[in-house]
């Protein structure tokens, strides 16, 4: 069961679909493999990033088997849904398939500090005895989340054991919720997503790891790693190699095609499909990618 | 199957709760007769006034299931949903049990001519034969879909067969629209939403009738049927005696609760309960709905 | 200057233009006259129904000297600005011409309770000894501002007089609103706007009336003064009669050109003319508005 | 005149305040110096990040004429207004005062396809002869332009010279646009915004340049240049030092003051100060920029 203690780098999973858009089993596990093998000490599977919204209800369940049958780490569920009902019947299929936890956005009509509140009030009390991760992202769902709410959160759901966090800008929130614990609020953790573009900042400020899919989980791995070891310098080195090709796949909308795209290259999926009415990357974007990775393996070969 | 000669009334069904929020499929029946005896010629369920993003997939079935099963009227299913998957889905299995078509918004990210006229082609090429309705409503989806482009659709989508017109201010898109099929482009039913709110003019316009849920659907009734008698000042007449209830259950969010509350104090369902995180009339609200209905009522009776 | 205990109606003010979209000022004495005529006790100039934003600096500050000049009653100027230095420029100069306070809206980039509440604090402060109106009108800000935060801003700024209410729905607001000042919270003087849709209902929840443009600003004249002496059925009566046109007038975007075509043909101003982007009304809402005050006549004679 | 042949890099001026919040004539001077030293080919004030919205009339006029006396480069002056006067107003002034051209957003308001071609022909019509910039920029605005609008404007209004682009994702659609004046279309300018974070691939695509205010304008100016000689490795080797600082700076709201704070301690104006509501930075973000400098300045020295 997912808790507060929980660290490292969590990735946010892709879905993996076959060339005419359906489903693609047979990838979701070689894909949950090589994110154990490039470091990921958790798994985040059908949140926005892995088209969550695209799939049938039974889609859902299929992908939620695939990968906690192989994972050997905690999986984490996106179960964001227009409805309690429904959000109520997917977190429980999921952790009776074995996921560790569910995670929850706010709904996009939520327009001031009692409603969120009361948001996830309902979400704790629905969900029972389930962990589940605050995924607090503005830019996609158009709630913006104080940090007093957060903590009112802290302090109504104890259930609430994480925080994915993407406000933007978002470091002094991070500061702050540490400071909130550190004078006795429930510590929880904080897993840091944005497409891990200000990780070594987020690390620096107080979060525990990365939650976010960038196609180089290995660049998360390591600047964590580093950082834990006191090694700053080492991981703003490390974060510095990436960050050309962390920019460029953190464009939104196009992010996901560059993410797949890549994820494919590297083995991790048999293809770079999108389900409509996403589409895959055109030849200057291919191009782009190309020479930003060529760019990348140098410098990481010269950093050693 | 529904076609482009659909008219009349298509009320549109609010879903049954009962007081603890279980889906209350005995009042599914019952409200349902009360919808036909009140002059409905046809039914919308599954909308977003029916709560529709509130029930699980299976819920959604089961009420398809026992309206088609009662109502001897076409029934257009809502299947609007984040993605296609589930959209096919649901329309497949809706139309399978009984439905005559189905009813698609606009997704919120949609924002200029040529995403939505793409979105819809796709919609059309997903649900293949199966017979749908646009959904027009700028208020609750945030797109704004222009004259041309609804007509781009008509000539793009052969199975786009009706519009569910509440763009507000929308009167003068109905009058392009009927000078455009005037001009030969294809003729599809216009039914208006709004809660009938402009019903008198939306029907001198052009429009077929209506597709809304006023808790007094026989208002609607009234109105289509003299109009189409060519008694324009009797369909004023009777809309007036209406329209101070018309505008108390028009407020967004709220007017569902005044339209539960309503249906369930004339018998048409048993309990006017709504599903988190909505909520019932407060007992203000209460006082406010009943000095409306008596004061309708003494018009009704003056005006005969 | 204006206070707390402000009531009765204060009209909204149209801005008159020639033709050619020139600013009409000769309009705007008759204007003044007449609005005063129909039992104005106030009149608000300057707001998002009088186009201020298409005004220049010099032209907003002709329109307020030639309505302080003319009436003899408290005249509220609309001061909402991008920025803080404009807006105190705007509400210094009005109040030395002789306006009786000033109001403003939250910009539209507020997110959450504490950004409301501090922008509040920063406009208290800029605008120093100047009375202000806060203006909460969600449908075109986008910023929703829950009870509590009014009742901080009651709190954090005296300067705080009145609550220029048009939430929708609003009704539970006021109710909240007057339960806080009768357990002891300073008492504000709440004025409704939506176009007076809801005035009969506003009234008897608490409000002190109506500032709204509706072009028969004898409707909430009549309303007020009958609800003030205690005939609520009188009060809507003469609401009733009204209803129709007041519905039409409320549509978003078209319901100036609605408003200003019924000035026009009233006396009260020269020419219907809307500064561009703005535009008249056509034909059909011509006949359309033509029509509703046909029969707005008849239901009045009958009523007597 | 600013004309389609503009290139190079217009830089984004901030304008200086006292610590009192009171504009800093002086320092505007000092800064003008400071951007031509820095190697722009052309400056862009009272923009969004110009703090424009903060300013009253008389002190926009007094920055654009203390810029424009000392700049022997082009100026852009922002004019986006809510209304047409007010943006006729300033944009003549400007150009009596020496400025080169305007610069206009799309209002917020604006949701479809001719609606936003129908607001340009208008700014058109109203500048009359002076040549006017499209600033393109979504996240902030709200509204999106599909290419096919922008090749709609650059036919109907031949005063449309240059292009800022600041859509996100946009590389597709500068290739779009120099596919279509390939073709025929009118070739306009096309300057790049967005901090330049993504100016390599942006000049590769095809840009002319850069339009952002990024607190090293060596570095647009330097990858520019590099680009221009072919040297496309050499342009991604400039950037790339710079990248952490670009990636920090182009934090929404945050940003500026990281910009300002740079620009103060690089000696370019005399305080870092922000109006009101705008905050400076706090020590934790301070540490985060100048360790970031700190290791900017190490590679540059490497680069050589």
């Known amino acids: 069961m997912l808790d507060e203690s929980a660290k490292g780098v969590f990735t946010i999973a892709v879905t993996p679909f076959l060339p005419d858009g359906a489903l693609d089993l047979d990838s979701v596990g070689r894909m949950t493999d090589f994110y154990l093998e490039k470091g990921a000490t958790g798994l985040t599977i059908l949140g926005i990033m892995g088209e969550a919204g695209k799939l049938t209800a039974a889609e859902s369940m299929a992908v939620v088997r695939a990968v906690t049958a192989r994972a050997g780490v905690p999986v984490v569920v996106g179960v964001s849904a227009p409805g309690f009902a429904q959000m109520q019947a997917l977190a429980t299929e999921a952790m009776e398939a074995g996921a560790a936890g569910v995670m929850v956005a706010p709904t996009p009509a939520l327009r001031n500090d009692d409603q969120i509140a009361g948001y996830y009030r309902n979400v704790a009390e629905i969900l029972g005895p389930i962990p589940f991760v605050l995924q607090d992202f503005?830019?996609?769902?158009?709630?913006?989340?104080?940090?007093?709410?957060?903590?009112?959160?802290?302090?109504?759901?104890?259930?609430m054991v994480m925080l994915k966090h993407e406000d933007w800008p978002g470091l002094d929130k991070i500061s702050a919720l540490r400071a909130a614990?550190?004078?006795?609020?429930?510590?929880i953790s904080i897993l840091c997503g944005n497409g891990g573009q200000f990780l070594p900042e987020e690390v620096a400020r107080g979060a525990d790891g990365a939650m976010t899919g960038f196609a180089f989980p290995e660049m998360m791995a390591g600047v964590v790693a580093a950082a834990e070891a006191g090694k700053m310098e080492r991981a703003r080195d490390i974060f510095d190699c990436y960050l050309p090709l962390v920019r460029f796949e953190a464009q939104p909308g196009l992010g996901l095609s560059v993410r797949k795209y890549i994820l494919a290259r590297r083995g991790a999926i048999a293809h770079a499909t999108l389900r409509k009415p996403g589409a895959g990357l055109n030849a200057a974007g291919i191009a782009e990618v190309e020479a930003l990775i060529a760019r990348q393996d140098r410098r990481l070969a010269a950093l050693g």
């Open 181 to 187: 614990s550190d004078a006795g609020a429930r510590r």
């Open 138 to 159: 503005p830019l996609v769902t158009g709630v913006t989340i104080p940090t007093s709410v957060i903590l009112r959160i802290v302090e109504d759901c104890p259930t």
